[in-house]
């Protein structure tokens, strides 16, 4: 069993393999990243890999600082900054290739002190001395890679990066034998659509705030295929106007509310605080669960419709007891559907 940051870690930690009967160890490993694309999991590579300095606004609560503060503590010169006994120091270049190390001329000033590092360390590098993309990581067999069956469209690649800090936590295992295209990042990231809809429409702009990197694109993407909704254009509570109608494909949302309405206490509160904008004589007097069954309003309304015509029967002392029992028996038929909703499950609708 093998995480996939196990696996990066293992290869990384492999280049400072060297021959100790021709050469002298490596003085650290450089990881450079052009692109960035490790930027958003190097906080939780760090916890894995604790001998990472990262190349950056000075910062020692993370191993940050610029290139001669690294060179300071690659040799040891800063106070409490030590890699673990028997690791080499790993320096996480973000922004940087290897072709700008080599161009000295021409490599920024700040980048500068670490050029020389190039000719005493070695490169974590993929094939053919490349650096090493998440993309290519997870494809490639050699060096270290998954060797995974990547699906090589862009849109693939992109979902990949976006998905990355689930899939570091994931058993190699589970990725193996299987087609990563992007439907399955998609999977990975939002493992259950619906129940992050409802979250959404629960929580509302503190479920946003608590998303896990890379869920809240991947939610967007999915109200614009399956739901016609734009999270980012269209407020929560246009979104609970077509959740409690049951649009479309909002119906799968609406169903998986019914499995555990309990769970997501605050959707009631939101749709009482929204207008439903039904014609009011149809709206109201049709008592039928299945149209308007979505709105708390409307099963309210019911309940206080059933209670007054309870009490009606009990202000009328001329009724004879056969016209109650048949008066009772028309309620029962108009409002015994209310048992089987979500209100009623809820305790709304006890009547």
């Known amino acids: 069993m093998e995480t996939v940051i196990q696996r990066i870690v293992k290869s990384i930690r492999s280049s400072a393999k060297y021959n100790a009967d021709a050469y002298v160890g490596p003085a650290c490993i450089l990881w450079p990243d052009k692109d960035r694309q490790w930027s958003p999991v190097i906080p939780s590579i760090r916890i894995a890999l604790p001998e990472l300095l990262t190349l950056g606004d000075y910062d020692p609560e993370t191993l940050t600082g610029p290139g001669i503060w690294i060179r300071c503590a690659i040799a040891g010169s800063i106070e409490g900054i030590r890699p673990p006994e028997g690791t080499v120091p790993v320096v996480y270049m973000p922004g940087v290739s290897r072709q700008e190390l080599r161009a000295v001329e021409e490599c920024e000033e700040s980048i500068k002190p670490l050029v020389e590092l190039q000719y005493r360390g070695s490169f974590w590098s993929g094939p ?115 959740f409690a109608d049951r649009e479309g494909k909002w119906s799968n949302v609406w169903n998986r509310y019914r499995e555990a309405p309990r769970r997501y206490p605050g959707i009631r509160r939101r749709l009482l605080d929204i207008h439903p904008g039904h014609e009011a004589e149809v709206f109201w007097v049709d008592p039928s669960p299945g149209v308007y069954d979505g709105w708390p309003q409307w099963n309210d309304y019911q309940e206080n419709k059933l209670l007054a015509e309870l009490a009606k029967l009990a202000d009328e002392d001329a009724l004879e007891p056969e016209a109650a029992r048949k008066r009772i028996l028309v309620m029962e038929e108009n409002h015994a559907g209310r048992r089987g909703t979500v209100w009623a499950e809820l305790g709304y609708a006890p009547l």
């Open 128 to 242: 053919e001395s490349r650096d090493w993309t998440v993309p290519a990581f997870f494809s490639s067999s050699e060096k270290g890679g998954l060797g995974l069956d990547l699906d090589k469209k862009d849109a693939a690649k992109s979902a990949l990066r976006e998905a990355l800090p689930i899939l570091l936590g994931m058993d190699i295992s589970e990725l193996e034998g299987i087609r990563l295209d992007k439907a399955y990042f998609v999977q990975v990231k939002l493992p259950d659509p619906e129940v992050s809809v409802l979250r959404w429409l629960d929580g509302g702009e503190e479920y946003r705030k608590a998303t896990v990197a890379g869920t809240w694109p991947t939610l967007v993407k999915y109200c614009e295929d399956k739901l016609n909704l734009n999270p980012e254009l269209e407020d929560v509570g246009s979104a609970a106007r077509r």
